[in-house]
C-alpha cells in the first residue's frame, strides 16, 4: 500500500534564538541569500550576498535553546568579496566542528561554539601565499581545506588562451584543537587549469567547470580523490573516461592530465548542468537544463534517476536538492518531488504553499524531511492508515489498471485503452469478474456475504487458495505496521519471500522487474533468503550446489528484461540481482549458481539462439559484471573471477584464467587446469599446450610438472611444429651466447628430449589410416581356389572361351563358376 506523506510545521521560529530575526532575513526582498545547516542540525547559518546597504551579512542561529554570544559579521568596502562558508570537522574528536568565513584575498575566521560562553573567533588564518591570489570556490574535506584560486599572469596582455588557464585547486590541511588551529602547508592538486567549482564528499572533491569556462574544457568533470591521490576525468556523456595517480607535483599540470584523451575529450558534448549537490552516499547530483536529475558516482559512472515536470529550467529557477536515505528530495517552483533514488520511482509529489525551500538536517528524525521557509520550519513524514487490512476502493481501481495495460500489449490497435473504457466497454469481462470475487470475499467477515452469479460463484472456488494467500499477504503487511522493533524482521523475511515467489510466478515484465529492484534494495538479507526458498538452493552430501526450481522459474530468472531492455532508473536484470545477492552473503556459491544456470540454459534453449540468455550475453560475463561493480575488490573475488571464467568451459574464457593464474605464478593450479579442460576439445587442448610449451621455453617454473605436461601433447603437433614453437619464445639473451650458463635458467635438449621422443615415437596419421592394410598377412590377398566341376555340355558351349574372358553378370546370378 503507498504510504501518504503529512506535512506539519515544527516550528514559527518563536522557539528559535533570534527567532523573529531569522523570519526577517528570510523575508526580506529578493536578494540571493543561502542557509547551512551546521554538521550535527543544531545551528542555521544565512548568508546574504550582493544586497544594497545594510552590506552583506554572515548571521548565525541556534535551532534549540538560547544564550550566550550570538554571531552576526557584516563587511564592506574595501574588504574583498566572501568566497564561502565550510564546515570543517576534526577527525580525531567525532563532532568537534567550526564555522569558516572565507574571504577572496584568502583570510578565514574559523569560529566555534561552545554551548555556554556562544559563538568563540578561534584563529584568523591565510590560506593564499600570493597577494595577488583570488579564492572563486572552497570547500571542506573532512579535515582540510580545499579551495580554487585565480593567480592573474603578470603581464597584462597576455593570451586569452593563457587567462583560461590562470586557476590553481590547493588544498591545507587543519587540525583543531581546545587552544587553537593548526593549518598544514599548501598541496598543490591541480594549476593552470581553468575555474572550478568545488563540492566535498566525506571521501572525495568533485570540480565542476564553472559557467563561464573554455568551451573545451566544459565537457567533462574531475573528481579529486585525496587518500589515493588520484584524479579522474567523468562525462556524463561518456562516463569514466582517463584517471591518473598524481606522484608528484609536476603531474599536477592540467594540459599533462589531459594529454592523453584530447581525442576522446573533442568530440563529447558540452555539459548540460543547471544545478548541482552532493548527495548523502557521497554522490554528486546533477539536474540539466532539461529537468533530467541523474547521479554521478565516485568512479565516474554516471546513473539517470528522474525527470521533472517542469520542462526546461531557466537560468534563475532555484532547484533544492537533497537526499535523505535512500529518498531524493526535491523542490521546484513550489513544488515538492520526493523519488525513490534507487529504482527512480515517484513517491509523493506536494504542491508547497512558498516557494523559497531550504533543506534542513533532520536529527534523530530519519524518517523525516525538514525544510526551512520564511513562515516557519516544517516536517514532511510519511505516514500509514491505522485500518490498512480494510479493503480499499482503490483496489478495485487497480484491477483495472492491470488489466489495461495487459490488454494494450495484446492490442492490435493503435487507439489507447483507458480505465473508464474498459469499464463502460462491456466487452472485457475477467476484471469486472475479479473485482466482484475481491469485493464479495474482503467484504464478507465485515458485512453478510452478497449473492454472486453463478459464473462467479465457480471462480470464486477455483480461485479460493490465491484469495487465501492474498488475504494473509494483506494480513501480514498489516503485521509489520504496527509490529515492535524485534518482530519487525520477521515478519519482514516472510513479506519479502512471500512477494518475491509472487513475482517470480507472474509476467517478469519491466515493472515487476523494477518492484524486485526495490525489494532487493531495501531488504537485502530477506531477498537473499526468499531467493533460496524460491530456487531451492542447497547443497547435497558432496557439497556440490543443486537447485530443485520448476522451469517456468528458471525462465524467469534467465529469460526476463535484459539490461537494454529494462530501461534506466537503476534497474538491473534478476539475474544480476540474484548474482549479486551471491556476491554480498554467499560469494562461494556463485561460480556454482552460473554452472546451474549454464546447465539450464542447455536444456531449454538451442545453442546460440538468440531467444536464449546465451544468444546475447554469456551467463559468466553478467556475472562477471556484477563482480567488477564491487567498490573494493580483495583476492577472493579475484579468485572468484577464475572459477568463474573456468565454470564457464568456454574456450576464451579458459585461456583468459589460465594466463591470469600464469601472471600470478600459481603453476600447480596452471598444471590442474591444463589437465582438467585440455579433455574438453582438441582445439582448447592444442591452444592450451602451446601456451604452456612457451612458458617451458621461457623459464624453469614448469620443470617440476614436465610428467603431466607431455602426455597433454596433441597428436597433429609434429617435432618440427614443437621446436618452432620453442625457438619463437626463447628469451632474448643481453650478452654472447655460451656454451654453459652459469645461471641456470637455460632451456637444453635434454628437458626437451622426453617430448621429441614420445612424439616420434607416435605413428603418424597417414600410417594410422592404412594401418588395418599394413597388419594383413599377405599383400595383395590371395586368390580364391578354383572348384572345377563338369557339368553336361550343352549344345553349341562345347567351344573354350578366351583367356581373360569374364563372366556374364546373368551367368554370375544363375551362378555359374568362372
Known sequence: MKPAGTLRQLSDFSDLSRGRRLQELLCHGEEPRRVRPSPDGRHLVVLQENRPPPLPRVVAFRRQGSGGAELERNWQPPQPALAGLVFPQSPAAPGCWALGIVWE???????????????????TLELCQGARARVVSVCSQAASLVWCEERPPLDAHSDVSKCAFRFCVCARALELGEQGVQLGPVRIVLHNCPEYRLLASPQHVFLVPASGSFATTSKFLLIWHPKQAKLTIAAPSAGFVHSKVLHSSSESDFKKLLLGSVGLLSALAPLDIHTCTVSSCGALLLVSRKGAVSMLETDGTQRHIFDLEAGPLAQGDAVELKTFGSTLACVLAGVLYLVDQNSGRLIEKKILSMKEVHFLESPGEEDSIQFLTPTGIYSFSFSYPEDSGRPEPCLVEMVFEEACRYYQRRSLSSSKLTVEKLKKGGVFQAPVALTAILQHSLHQKQKPARGLQDTYAKLLSTMSLELQSYLSLELLKTCVVGASESEVESYCEELVEQEVSRVLHSDMDKDNLAYLNSVFTSFPKAAWKATRSCLQLQQNGDGLLVARATPEVWKKVLGGPQQEEAGQNGVVPLFELICASFLRFKPKWLPSFVELTQQYVSISWPYSSKEGPEGRVPLYKRALGVLARKNKHTEVDDELELELLLCSKRPKAVLQALHILIHLKQWQRVVEVAEKFSKLSPLLNKEIFITLLAEF????????????LWPLCPTELSASDILTVVLQHLPCSQQDPVPFSSEGNQLTVGLLKPLLQRVMQRPCVQDEIYSDALQSPTFPPPTPPREHKNPP???????????????SPSALVRGDTV
Open 105 to 123: 584575498h584568502g583570510r578565514t575566521e574559523l569560529w566555534h561554539f561552545v554551548p555556554a560562553a556562544g559563538w568563540q573567533l578561534l584563529q
Open 793 to 807: 555340355k550343352a549344345a553349341g558351349s562345347d567351344a573354350p572361351q578366351p583367356p581373360g574372358a569374364r563372366t
Open 697 to 708: 621455453a621461457q623459464h624453469r617454473e614448469l620443470d617440476p610438472y614436465l610428467d603431466t
